[in-house]
């Protein structure tokens, strides 16, 4: 146990429907990130939160829309996706978002299946 | 070409044996990780160095700053270790952790 809550654990969906996805940290920390893990490929980071403000977006489609209603809960809503959207989507925390050396605490991830 | 370069991509052992994950990067560093995924997706960090050696359990990390290379050593491998094994570095100045493509290890009984 990480301290990192990720639901659902498996999602399938199709290309039309609207789904979310919900991170919950329980470590009092103050960043929180999305990561994207496809097959045999590195961690992709997607957008980082520092204090509920997004700080970092790395040229996501707009069909990911990320939210950090409070500095425990991050969510990433999703729509009209593709099926090379398929993948684990791993949540993350950290105390600070400042580089260095900060130590990442994930969350089991959602796999996600785009029919 | 990734910044974060890892070796052997699979690797399988017999249980007992002395394994080795070999990481190489490209960048300037504040710190390494090194990250253990077991099947299901959860990630544990196992260690973060910036110089020197960490040993915890049967797990040792090293680091060459001057090298730009890191390993993670596993004595007497147990069944329980395979897992993907993920080599991560923090770059200077930078909020954007680089990740390897990862290792999967496979120890038999």
């Known amino acids: 146990e990480t301290g990192v809550t990720q639901t659902p654990r498996h999602l399938v969906m199709g290309m039309t429907n609207k789904k979310s996805l919900k991170c919950e940290q329980h470590l009092g920390h103050n960043a929180m990130y999305w990561y994207k893990q496809s097959a045999k490929k590195p961690l992709e980071l997607m957008f980082v939160?520092?204090?509920?403000?997004?700080?970092e977006n790395n040229s996501v489609p707009s069909r990911f829309s990320p939210e950090c209603p409070n500095s425990s809960h991050l969510f990433l809503h999703l729509h009209t996706l593709q099926p090379e959207d398929s993948a684990l989507y791993l949540c993350?925390?950290?105390?600070?978002?400042?580089?260095?050396?900060?130590?990442?605490?994930f969350g089991s991830g959602t796999q996600l299946s785009v029919l | 070409k990734n910044e974060v370069e890892q070796s052997p991509q699979n690797l399988t052992a017999q249980e007992g044996e002395f394994i080795t994950i070999n990481c190489s990067y490209s960048v300037g560093i504040s710190a390494l990780h090194w990250l253990q995924q077991h099947p299901g997706g959860g990630i544990v960090s196992l260690f973060m160095l910036s110089s020197g050696k960490k040993k915890h359990g049967r797990l040792i990390a090293t680091i060459n700053i001057q090298e730009k290379h890191s390993s993670l050593h596993i004595t007497a491998s147990h069944p329980r270790d395979s897992a993907v094994y993920i080599c991560?570095?923090?770059?200077?100045?930078?909020?954007?952790?680089?990740f390897g493509a990862g290792t999967r290890l496979t120890v038999k009984p």
């Open positions: 939160y520092s204090l509920e403000e997004r700080v």
């Open positions: 991560a570095v923090n770059p200077y100045n930078n909020n954007d952790m680089r």
């Open positions: 993350a925390s950290s105390r600070t978002v400042t580089g260095g050396w900060e130590k990442l605490f």
